[in-house]
């Protein structure tokens, strides 16, 4: 089963333009859609969950046409929304169950199973008993991941799930995704790097509710091999250093200021290059967007 996203636009009533002829395809496995506070990513994550409708463009998934047909997408979906509000006093088990119930898992044997089996399958199953206002943040996504399994869903989008996660716990929830991502269309929406080099084989930058890359990330990178270069600057030139070339990032490291530029050639003395990250792909293809839209503005 593909999903298929096809000139997808949003406008929102106060003239905000979300999404901006959006088009992907993606394949069952991990999908990463990585952008920046902003960029258009949960307005796109709800459209596909039928949460909200768009102002034009189409999206398939498999034979369900998604914005004619909602209830069928609702059969075969499951969402981690952004903010995942528990009720406090309330037991991960008895949730569970009772999100299973919603989900029309009407026998009760074969509820306890699915239950069951999910809360060992999150690595809940410790803690079923306790109620979810005792949880951790990581515990809390993780149970999000568990209701977002019931009923055995063919996509599963999840919504910036690891903002806020300790680096043991990211890397927990990493492993979990990884494992129901083998199957099935998970959508990870993040504006976190490395949880899309970790984890996807396809992935998209998305910022300003465009789509400026799509791709493999490994592929991606290899297409910015020889255009990154790095050197250490003295934090009173950072700024003239912006001018004059593309740095595409700055950061402090042991007290100096290193910089990557972008670029086809060698910028000059005292660069050296490097090899691209993901993180240079993803800044480096922002960066020349903002340069576009920046020259189209001034004519
Ligand atoms: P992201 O998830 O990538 O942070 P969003 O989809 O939340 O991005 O937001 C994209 C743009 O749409 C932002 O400019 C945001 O302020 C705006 N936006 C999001 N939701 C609404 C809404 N309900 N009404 C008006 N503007 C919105």
Not at 9 to 20: D, E, I
Not at 173 to 192: M, P
Request: hydrophobic share 40%.
């Amino acid at each position: 089963m593909e999903l298929v996203i096809d000139h997808l636009s949003k406008t929102y009533p106060n003239g905000t333009k979300a999404l901006n002829s959006v088009s992907l395809r993606i394949a069952p496995g991990m999908f990463g859609l990585l952008g920046p506070n902003g960029a258009g990513k949960s307005s796109l994550m709800r459209t596909i969950s039928t949460l909200q409708e768009a102002n034009s463009g189409t999206i398939q998934l498999g034979d369900i046409n998604v914005l004619q047909e909602p209830e069928r997408v609702r059969q075969v979906l499951g969402y981690l929304p952004q903010e995942f509000g528990v009720y406090p006093k309330v037991t991960a088990s008895e949730l569970l169950e009772h999100f299973a119930v919603l989900k029309g898992i009407s026998h009760k044997g074969e509820r306890r199973q699915v239950v069951d089996a999910l809360l060992h399958q999150t690595n809940l199953w410790e803690a079923r008993n306790k109620n979810l206002g005792g949880y951790s943040g990581g515990m809390k996504q993780r149970f999000g991941i568990a209701q977002a399994l019931l009923g055995n869903p063919k996509l599963i989008i999840v919504d910036e799930p690891t903002a806020g996660l300790d680096p043991t716990e990211r890397n927990r929830f990493h492993n979990l995704l990884a494992e129901i991502g083998e199957d099935r269309i998970v959508i990870l929406s993040t504006h976190i790097v490395s949880d899309v080099s970790d984890l996807c084989r396809q992935f998209a930058i998305i910022n300003k509710g465009r789509v400026l890359y799509t791709g493999d990330p490994l592929v991606a990178i290899e297409e910015m091999r020889g255009q990154i270069w790095r050197r250490s600057v003295a934090k009173a030139e950072l700024a003239q250093y912006q001018q004059q070339f593309s740095v595409i990032s700055s950061r402090l490291f042991a007290g100096q200021t290193i910089i990557h530029v972008h670029s086809l050639a060698q910028p000059g003395n005292g660069f050296e290059s490097v090899e691209p990250t993901l993180e240079d792909v993803y800044f480096a293809r922002i960066h020349t967007a903002e340069k576009v839209a920046t020259a189209l503005a001034k004519g």
